[in-house]
């Protein structure tokens, strides 16, 4: 056995992770005529709906509009996730009289995020990819044909897991939080 230190279904450094063509593809850029940035975006958006494991983006200023996209929804996610946990327990750090003045704010924000990515990214096919900077895994992706330098990959990751996880605790500071405006209002 020769794999002790290997974990299951990860390549060690000799082995290379073979692509077929189904699984990237390569948005080229290639300037054929005035529309070519639209033919940029078409070719993105064709490639997302495809659902290709990989996505090249060679022209630079669709790719940095595609990362910065990517960056944002994840900052919605991680602040929906963060602000609801902070929301949840402030209670058991803070003394009682403290807390709706963490607490509030923090799940009215978790929940503000968490309708904002769902409006905006949950239906978007983006949101299901994410900038990869892995450089052991960009090394088995065909870069060595590309003109730009700086090209952007997209790795398709599924996301149900997240999703799943920043709207359960928005929810549960929702709840939260109407329970403590209930309290402080009407009883």
Not at 7 to 29: D, F, K, Q
Not at 82 to 108: D, F, K, N, Q, V
Request: hydrophobic share 40%; with cysteine.
């Amino acid at each position: 056995m020769a794999a002790w230190g290997r974990r299951r279904g990860v390549p060690t450094n000799r082995e290379r992770i073979a692509l077929t063509s189904a699984e990237c593809y390569i948005v080229h850029e290639i300037y054929n005529g005035e529309s070519a940035q639209e033919q940029f975006e078409y070719k993105l958006e064709q490639a997302l709906e495809a659902q290709y494991k990989y996505i090249v983006i060679e022209p630079t200023r669709i790719g940095d509009e595609t990362a910065r996209w990517i960056t944002v929804g994840n900052c919605l996610h991680k602040t929906a996730v963060l602000a609801g946990i902070s929301c949840l327990l402030t209670p058991l750090a803070l003394p009682a009289e403290y807390t709706r003045y963490i607490s509030l704010p923090a799940g009215a924000l978790s929940l503000a995020c968490a309708a904002l990515y769902g409006i905006s990214w949950q239906f978007d096919p983006c949101c299901k990819y994410q900038v990869e900077y892995d450089t052991f895994k960009l090394s088995s992706l065909p870069l060595h044909t590309l003109t730009s330098s700086t090209p952007v990959v997209l790795v398709r990751k599924d996301d149900i897991h997240r999703k799943r996880l920043h709207n359960t605790v928005a929810l549960a500071a929702l709840v939260y939080c109407i329970k403590k405006i209930y309290e402080l209002y009407f009883v």
